[in-house]
């Protein structure tokens, strides 16, 4: 029987689609092993409601004020009556006493976090997928309560890992130019951006400015782009961000969630800190050679722009650094373990037993293990028994067994030690295959 994850965030054009869309990485990856997604969001905002439709999510509209007493009774109710075990909340709305009512509903919950914005937490879990997140951050916690931390668990929608082993080729000189400041212009960072880019004695530059639907001054956006030198494109509405950025050499973006994707893009960046929850993310990922950054949005000049762009357009082996930092720092799987986790599908691990000789034997046998091997014969059962009880007894040879959280054995991982290295074999049972446990 498939599973409903209830997932709750807030999005609109002032405060942009971060928490949706990293929310809608997990329902994706959710929803690829056979199960459903149901988002509670506010009503009046048909844009986002059309967007998920478009992913063919489920959706449910609530009215009370987002992280208000009601609205925690409103999701913890919808998750019952639709026989789910987790919620997933993401918003700096969500706070202590929402938490704790959906906890006292008895229901699991995942809180999304970026800085430690609660007085206590009660969920079940914390998801913090910034590079700075610390266990520090949530000393006030339940005692169960389970830490997700770092860009391991950078949640990506499915676009970008349409990419995983794409490589980005890093011309000598950076010609094309993303612009993408999240939400509504409501700060009109793009029209001093645009004022920077006139400094640019460029003629074959290219510019592409991603702008919303509901940005507020598109009118002023368009006369200052149309009043330089070289050719910006404004687009709105862009549903993949992925092909513009592959199409990218350099991107001047906010530091918000979309630096992780830029990350895993590979695509050198110049960030500007256009919230307070921001300031932290350009600053970690500068001190990591990831990004240049413009620091906040108020503070930067015309000047700066065309000075710090130019000498980034020019130099490739920054551009090359960043490629190479960012593709580290994000390797696009978040998404597919936080799923797991939540579908109990964690793993641990155990050396092999005597009891377990008859499972490796079925598991050596598969016809797609035996085609995959240096020899694809058959093994009989006295060759296997023979194999076993050597490598058993061998000090440079490991058997470890992967059990899931039900204690099913689901494959195994063999090291054979070669003097300073060693040689890796691995094999997942047929019936889990293709769900990720490799």
């Known amino acids: ?43 009046g905002v048909p844009d986002l409601e059309a967007r998920l439709r478009e992913e063919r999510m489920e959706i449910a509209t609530l009215r009370a004020p987002a992280g208000s007493a009601d609205d925690a009774e409103h999701v913890a109710d919808l998750a019952h009556r639709n026989g789910a075990k987790w919620v997933v909340v993401d ?21 999304l976090d970026d800085f430690g914005h609660a ?47 794409w490589e980005r ?6 010609e094309n130019v993303m612009v993408t400041l999240g939400g509504g212009d409501y700060k009109q960072v793009v029209l001093k951006v645009i004022s920077g880019l006139k400094g640019m004695l460029r003629k074959r530059l290219q510019v592409v400015v991603v702008l919303s639907e509901k940005d507020s001054n598109y009118d002023e956006v368009s006369r200052a782009a149309e009043s330089v030198d070289f050719r910006i494109e404004l687009k709105r509405n862009v549903r993949k961000m992925s092909d513009l950025m592959a199409w990218a050499d350099v991107a001047i ?3 918000g969630s979309t630096c992780w994707e830029l990350a895993f893009m590979g695509l050198p960046s110049l960030v500007v800190a256009l919230a307070d929850n921001q300031r932290r993310v350009a600053e970690s990922l500068v001190a990591e050679g990831a990004v240049e950054s413009l620091g906040w949005y108020e503070d930067f000049a015309d000047e700066d722009i065309s000075q710090i762009l130019s000498g980034l357009l020019k130099d490739r082996q920054k551009r090359e650094d960043m ?20 579908q109990e599908k964690e793993l641990r691990l155990r050396p092999a037993r005597e009891d377990d000789r008859q499972v490796l034997f079925e598991w050596a046998n598969d016809a797609d ?15 296997h028994l023979e194999w076993f009880r050597s490598k058993m007894s061998d000090q440079d040879y490991l058997i470890l067994i992967a059990i899931d959280s039900h204690g099913e054995p689901i494959g195994q991982i063999r090291f054979e030690r070669q003097g300073e290295e060693a040689q890796i074999s691995v094999s997942v049972k047929k019936t889990f295959r293709g769900k990720g446990y490799g």
């Open 1 to 43: 029987m498939d599973e409903v994850l209830i997932l709750r965030a807030e999005a609109n054009w002032r405060i942009g689609w971060g928490h949706m869309m990293r929310c809608l990485a997990l329902a994706q990856a959710y929803c690829d092993t056979g199960n459903r997604a149901l988002f509670a969001i506010d009503s």
């Open 91 to 111: 918003g700096y709305q969500f706070g202590s006493a929402y938490q704790e009512t959906v906890k006292r509903s008895d229901l699991n919950l995942l809180v």
């Open 119 to 165: 007085d206590y937490y009660f969920a079940d879990i914390i998801l913090n997928q910034n590079i700075y997140a610390k266990g520090d951050l949530y000393r006030n916690r339940e005692p169960h309560t389970k830490l997700l931390l770092g860009t391991r668990y950078v949640l990506l929608r499915k676009e970008f890992l349409s990419f995983q082993g």
């Open 169 to 174: 080729r890093i011309p000598d000189v950076a």
């Open 253 to 255: 973006s906010g530091a």
């Open 323 to 342: 490629r190479r930092i960012g593709r580290k720092l994000v390797d696009g799987h978040g998404a597919g373990r936080v799923a797991r986790l939540l």
């Open 369 to 383: 293990v035996r085609a995959a091997s240096f020899s694809t014969d058959l093994i009989t059962w006295e060759q």
